[in-house]
């Protein structure tokens, strides 16, 4: 198992986000946490980064314990965040900040070749490469976010809600990104999302979140052929 979360509980002073939650991340997996706005998960991801602590519960990394671990070891890791609003350096060009994502290499990869197919994937980031990333569109900064997470080549990728304020097509295009980093390099991947149909479409498993508790958890392609199971959940 490549992530193992167990009974992971986490709270802000009395404010309870996320309670005795249990999930994981099987090596070359995509697999989705989804829920409504405020169900918990950003929390979720960022005590897997290291960015809040647990209240209780564990965290396995390839089986190491990294519970008690700061951030940047879990970077040294091969664990790697695309957090949520995609939090670029807005004065920075595009290239400046794919660079910002290039610390903690786990290879000797040349950076060069990394850049050279990272362009590949997102063509338009070559393009923009000298603008500041203020002047990209909402779903270039995405794919920005994306990129300078990609540029240590990860083991594991968290995505927060990367569909956010984007419209329907960007939001597919995007998804398709990662459907393909995960079916073609074989990357693993833990989406959170409030886009439950288009974050299903490309996963193989979910869990589903409601006010910091996980009341579901099963394989995508059936929660998506099961009429009362998107009824529940989906709200579709
Ligand atoms: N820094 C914080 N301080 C206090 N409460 C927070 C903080 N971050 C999140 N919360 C609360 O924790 C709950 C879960 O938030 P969050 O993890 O951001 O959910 P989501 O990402 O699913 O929208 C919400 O009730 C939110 O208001
Ligand atoms: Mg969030």
């Known amino acids: ?5 167990s009974n992971i509980s986490i709270a802000y002073g009395d404010i309870q986000a996320v309670r005795e939650v249990s999930f994981q991340v099987e090596k070359g997996e995509l ?6 706005n405020g169900a918990g998960k950003t929390s ?4 897997i980064m290291g960015l809040v602590p647990l209240k209780r519960g564990t965290i396995l990394f390839k089986g190491d314990n990294i519970t008690n671990r700061p951030a940047y070891k879990r970077a040294g890791a091969g664990i790697r965040i695309v957090p ?3 939090r670029l350096f807005p004065r920075l060009t595009v290239m400046e900040n794919l660079l910002t994502g290039a610390y903690r290499l786990r290879k000797k990869i040349p950076l060069e070749d990394r850049i050279a197919w990272l362009y590949t994937l997102f063509p338009i980031l070559e393009k923009r490469k000298s603008q500041p990333a203020a002047t990209l569109s ?11 997470a990609l540029i240590s080549d990860p083991q594991l990728l968290l995505v927060d809600e990367v569909s956010m304020g984007l419209m329907p097509k960007l939001v597919d295009q995007v998804f398709e990104q990662l459907h393909r980093l995960n079916q073609e390099n074989g990357l693993s991947i833990l989406l959170v999302e409030q ?14 979140l409601e006010t910091g508790v996980c009341v579901y ?7 998506l052929s099961d009429p009362k199971l998107k009824q529940a959940y989906l709200g579709q």
Not at 44 to 47: A, D, E, G, Q
Not at 195 to 208: K, Q
């Open 1 to 5: 198992m490549l992530l193992e979360a």
């Open 31 to 36: 697999v989705s946490i989804i829920g409504a």
């Open 44 to 47: 979720i991801l960022n005590s």
């Open 84 to 86: 949520e609003r995609a």
């Open 138 to 148: 909402g779903g270039e900064q995405q794919q920005l976010a994306i990129a300078r």
């Open 195 to 208: 886009n439950a149909l288009a974050s299903l479409e490309i996963s193989r498993r979910a869990y589903v």
């Open 217 to 223: 958890e099963g394989n995508a392609e059936e929660m």
